[in-house]
């Protein structure tokens, strides 16, 4: 009896052992069944992925640049003569129009001076006539009469001059603007590099921005830029190019570029910066596809699409234009083809996958230069 027992509980982990084999064979009788009734019919698991479309859409190949503002025209405003301030006839930020008397000099001692120069200047002629019959006459020489002559010319020209001055006490606008800060009261006395105020055209503005050598070829008068400003975050403002500096500069190696911008509202003021996006290129069809979905060896890039036995097909490709997000494919796709864009480290070429669709949001359809 002792044997006997000794020899069935000998049997146990034998038992034991049968029933694990056993339930491991089921189990892989299940796994492989599941296998073949997935995706690609392969056998083992299919790896579940997320795919999105390869679109062909517009793109429009741009640089992203600092750009600044400035005034169509802009001038400091001086006197040309000394003298006191007698009227301020603008104010201070307020339009004024081309020929608007801006500021008077007191023209007392300037009347007076024409005054003299007119006199002086009646002598002068009646001499000069004076001369041209005695000459006639033969009772003067030729250098008398041409002395007379000089005189005439001489207080002609200072007529003239004081004339001038009178005339320069009346300063002007040059173009229609918006005028400065007022530098003088009215009484000052000044002089003819003082500063009086300023004058301003910002209808329309400039915008001023250096343009890297490398793109120079692609730069044409004409182009349009794309302009945003802090003090207007949602707004894009959106002008052309119309000069192109003839040379590069040799220690930045970028040209100078100005373009246009419309400003018939005045929130556009000289002495802003922001961001620009000088449009290069526009593709009318371009392949695009999620970023994510772009592995990279080296200089070597490829996709995984899904083939139409359900499995993942290592494609290479040749890299475009490139954003956050959104890359072209230059090469490699035609555009329609589903690509794997989630799941991508479970996969080698050949392996069944189970896609399903990425949910995002259309992509933007500007990219921007690397």
Not at 100 to 105: A, H
Not at 192 to 214: A, W
Not at 315 to 321: A, E, K, M, N, Y
């Given at each position: 009896m002792n044997h006997g027992a000794r020899s069935q509980s000998d049997l146990f982990p034998v038992r034991r052992a049968l029933r694990l084999l056993a339930l491991f064979a089921m189990a892989t009788v299940v796994t492989t069944g599941c296998g073949k009734?997935?995706?690609?019919?392969?056998?083992g698991w299919a790896v579940k992925v997320r795919t999105d479309e390869a679109r062909r859409q517009p793109l429009a190949e741009k640089i992203a640049l600092v750009a600044s503002v400035d005034a169509n025209e802009r001038i400091t405003v001086k006197s040309e003569i000394d003298g006191a301030v007698a009227t301020i006839n603008f104010e201070e930020g307020q339009p004024v129009t081309n020929g608007?008397?801006?500021?008077?000099?007191d023209t007392r001692k300037l009347d007076a001076s024409v005054a003299e120069a007119e006199a002086t200047f009646a002598l002068a002629e009646t001499n000069r006539k004076r001369a041209g019959t005695m000459l006639a006459n033969q009772t003067i020489s030729q250098q008398e009469f041409d002395q007379a002559v000089a005189t005439f010319a001489a207080q002609e020209a200072m007529l003239e001059r004081t004339r001038q001055q009178l005339r320069d006490a009346a300063i002007v606008a040059?173009?229609?603007?918006?005028?400065?800060?007022?530098?003088v009261s009215e009484g000052?006395?000044?002089?003819?590099?003082?500063?009086?105020?300023?004058?301003?055209?910002?209808?329309?503005?400039?915008?001023?921005?250096?343009?890297?050598?490398?793109?120079?070829?692609?730069?044409?008068v004409g182009q349009a830029i794309a302009f945003h400003v802090p003090a207007y975050p949602d707004e894009e403002f959106r002008g052309d190019v119309y000069f192109i500096e003839p040379q590069v500069d040799p220690q930045t190696r970028t040209v100078l570029v100005k373009a246009r911008q419309a400003n018939a509202d005045g929130r556009l003021?000289?002495?802003?910066?922001?961001?620009?996006?000088?449009?290069?290129?526009?593709?009318?069809e371009a392949v695009v596809v999620p970023e994510s979905a772009v592995m990279y060896d080296g200089d070597r890039a490829t996709v995984y699409i899904v083939s139409t036995n359900q499995t993942a097909e290592m494609?290479?490709?040749?890299?475009?234009?490139r954003t956050a997000g959104l890359v072209e494919i230059a090469?490699?796709?035609?555009?329609?083809?589903?690509?794997?864009?989630?799941?991508?480290?479970?996969?080698?070429?050949?392996?069944?996958v189970m896609p399903a669709p990425l949910s995002a949001t259309e992509p933007v359809a500007t990219i921007a230069a690397p």
């Open positions: 009734g997935g995706p690609g019919g392969h056998g608007q008397l801006l500021i008077t000099l040059p173009f229609d603007g918006l005028a400065g800060a007022r530098q000052q006395v000044i002089g003819r590099e003082m500063v009086l105020t300023t004058l301003v055209d910002i209808q329309p503005v400039k915008v001023e921005f250096r343009v890297p050598e490398r793109y120079l070829g692609a730069l044409q003021r000289p002495g802003m910066f922001g961001n620009l996006d000088l449009i290069l290129n526009v593709k009318s494609t290479d490709v040749t890299i475009g234009l090469q490699g796709l035609q555009g329609g083809e589903q690509v794997i864009v989630e799941g991508l480290q479970k996969l080698q070429p050949g392996a069944a």
